[in-house]
C-alpha cells in the first residue's frame, strides 16, 4: 500500500516556464520582410528552425514566421527530454507493417536522437544536453510483463537496442518510489535544456541567413502558378516553397490539415530548490522518467540537479489553468515521492502537443507546400529531426526521404477543428488508470 503526501503551492508561485529564467530573448531589430523567398516557414518552435537551418545551409532564401515570439510554442515549454521510441510498442508496429517497415520506423527516433546530438556538438549549443538514459517504471506487474515482451520482441528483431528490463529490488537505482513494480531503462537518451536549446537553433538559424519574423503570424496562403502568396501580419510575400511547422498550434491556415491534428494540453511544475542530495537519491544520475499510466508522469531533475520538474496531461484540469492545476500536479508529485510532503511547487506551465489519429509523426511534402508535425509528446528529437527531413524536401533533396513518407495521414468525419472528444477520452484513460493502480495494490 503506498501512502501519498501533499505538496504546497509557494506564495510567489509563478505560471511561467521555469526553463525561462535561463532563455536568452532575442531582441534583435525587426528585420524587414523580402519580397520573396525561396522557402517561407510558417512556425519557430524547433520544427521550423531545424528546417530553415537546413534550407538556408543548402542556398535557399528562408524566412520564418511566428504569430509570437519564437518558440513561445512547446519548444521552450517542454521536459527536455529527449526521448528514442515511437508510440506504439515493436510487436504492433510488426504486426501492422511486417518486420522490415516496423524496424526502419523504430529507428527513426534513435537516428533523431544522434542527429541531435551532432547538431548541438557542431553548433556549440550549451543547452545541458547528455545521454543520461530514461527510465520507464511500470506502475503494475501486467504492465511490466508487457514491457518484457515488447523488449524482447524488438531485440529479437533489432539487436541491442540498448535497453534492459529492471526489477522492482533493483528499482531505487534508477527511482526511489513505492509507486512503481520495476520497468525498462533505455541507456541511449537523455535530456537538454529546451529553452536553452531552442536559443541556439535561433543563433544558428539567423547566422545561416534566415530571416526570423516575430509576432507576425501568416493568415493565408494563396497558391499561383509559379509561387505561394502568404498573407501575413506584415503584408503579402511569395514564396517557392512553404513549410507548415505549427504542430500543437496548428489553426485554419489549411483546414484539410488543422481536422487531422489534434492539439493535446500538457503541464509540467516544478519544485522549489531541493538538497540536490534529495533529488539524487530520487532520481539518480539525473535520468528522465516516464511511467506507464495512460495519463503519463514524466519526471527529471532539473538540469543543476536542485528540483523536480514533473508533466503529465491534465485531461479536464487543463481548463483549470491556474492553482488548481498546479496543487494537480502536486498531488502526483507526492504520490510517487511521498517523502515530498510539505515542498513547495514554484511554477507551473503548460503547453499544446499534437497527435495524429494514428499516434505517428506525420511529414509530408507536395510541389509546394510541405508539413512536419504530431510527434505526440515526443517532439524534443523528432521535431528537429523531420525539420531537418523537410529542409532536405524543399531543396528537393532526395536524402530527404524518412520511413514515415507513404504512410496514411488520417482524419475522422466527426473532427473539423474542436477536439470535443478530448474530455471524454481523457475522463475514460484516467479511470484506465486508476484500475491499473488498484491492481497493483492488489498483486
Ligand atoms: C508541456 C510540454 C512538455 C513536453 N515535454 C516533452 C519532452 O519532455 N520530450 C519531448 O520529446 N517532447 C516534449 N514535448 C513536445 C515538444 O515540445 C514538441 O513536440 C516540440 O517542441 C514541437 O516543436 P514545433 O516546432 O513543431 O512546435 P512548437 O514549438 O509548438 O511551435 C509551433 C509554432 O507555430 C506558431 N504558429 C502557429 N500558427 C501560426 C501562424 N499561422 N503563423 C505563424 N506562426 C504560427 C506558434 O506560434 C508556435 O510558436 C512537450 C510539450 C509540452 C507542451
Not at 285 to 296: C, E, Q, V
Request: include cysteine.
Amino acid at each position: 500500500m503506498t501512502t501519498s503526501a501533499r505538496l504546497k503551492l509557494a506564495d510567489d508561485l509563478v505560471f511561467r516556464p521555469w526553463w525561462w529564467d535561463a532563455r536568452q530573448r532575442h531582441a534583435l531589430p525587426e528585420p524587414e520582410m523580402p519580397a520573396h523567398a525561396d522557402v517561407a516557414i510558417v512556425g519557430g518552435g524547433y520544427t521550423g528552425l531545424s528546417a530553415a537551418l537546413t534550407a538556408a545551409r543548402g542556398g535557399a532564401r528562408v524566412v520564418v514566421f511566428d504569430a509570437e515570439d519564437p518558440g513561445d510554442g512547446a519548444s521552450t515549454r517542454n521536459g527536455g527530454m529527449v526521448g528514442d521510441r515511437l508510440k506504439p510498442s515493436f510487436p504492433k508496429l510488426e504486426k501492422s507493417f511486417g518486420i522490415e517497415r516496423a524496424k526502419a520506423l523504430m529507428a527513426e527516433p534513435a537516428n533523431a536522437v544522434d542527429y541531435v546530438e551532432r547538431l548541438i556538438l557542431d553548433l556549440g549549443i550549451d543547452c545541458d544536453f547528455g545521454r543520461m538514459g530514461r527510465y520507464y517504471p511500470a506502475v503494475n506487474p501486467a504492465h511490466f510483463r508487457a514491457m518484457e515482451t515488447s523488449l524482447a520482441a524488438e531485440q529479437a528483431a533489432r539487436g541491442d537496442i540498448g535497453a534492459t528490463m529492471v526489477s522492482a529490488e533493483e528499482q531505487a537505482q534508477f527511482v526511489a518510489s513505492p509507486l512503481y513494480a520495476g520497468g525498462r531503462v533505455q541507456s541511449r537518451t537523455g535530456g537538454l535544456h529546451p529553452a536553452k536549446f531552442h536559443d541556439g537553433l535561433m543563433d544558428a538559424a539567423r547566422n545561416a541567413g534566415v530571416t526570423v519574423l516575430a509576432r507576425t503570424a501568416v493568415l493565408g496562403l494563396e497558391e499561383e502558378d509559379d509561387f505561394i502568396r502568404l498573407d501575413t501580419g506584415l503584408g503579402y510575400i511569395n514564396a517557392d516553397r512553404v513549410l507548415i511547422c505549427t504542430n500543437g498550434y496548428t489553426g485554419n491556415l489549411q483546414p484539410d490539415l488543422q481536422r487531422r491534428v489534434i492539439p493535446v494540453t500538457s503541464a509540467i511544475a516544478a519544485t522549489e530548490e531541493l538538497d540536490p542530495a534529495l533529488v539524487e537519491r530520487l532520481i539518480p544520475g539525473g535520468r528522465m522518467i516516464t511511467d506507464s499510466f495512460n495519463l503519463l508522469n514524466y519526471f527529471r531533475p532539473s538540469p543543476d540537479g536542485r528540483r523536480i520538474l514533473l508533466g503529465t496531461r491534465p485531461g479536464l484540469f487543463a481548463a483549470k489553468q491556474g492553482p488548481r492545476l498546479a496543487q494537480y500536479i502536486g498531488n502526483r508529485i507526492g504520490q510517487i515521492f511521498p517523502e515530498l510532503d510539505g515542498t513547495q511547487i514554484t511554477h507551473c506551465w503548460w503547453g499544446k502537443v499534437a497527435f495524429s489519429f494514428d499516434h505517428f509523426p506525420k511529414i509530408g511534402m507536395n510541389e509546394r507546400i510541405g508539413h512536419a508535425l504530431c510527434y505526440g509528446g515526443s517532439g524534443v528529437a523528432m521535431s528537429v529531426w523531420l525539420g531537418h527531413k523537410l529542409g532536405q524536401k524543399a531543396l528537393g533533396d532526395l536524402s530527404g526521404r524518412t520511413a514515415f513518407d507513404d504512410m496514411a495521414f488520417p482524419g475522422r468525419f466527426y473532427y473539423r477543428a474542436r477536439p470535443w472528444f478530448l474530455g471524454p477520452a481523457m475522463a475514460w484513460y484516467g479511470s484506465q488508470d486508476r484500475m491499473a493502480g488498484r491492481y497493483r495494490r492488489a498483486a
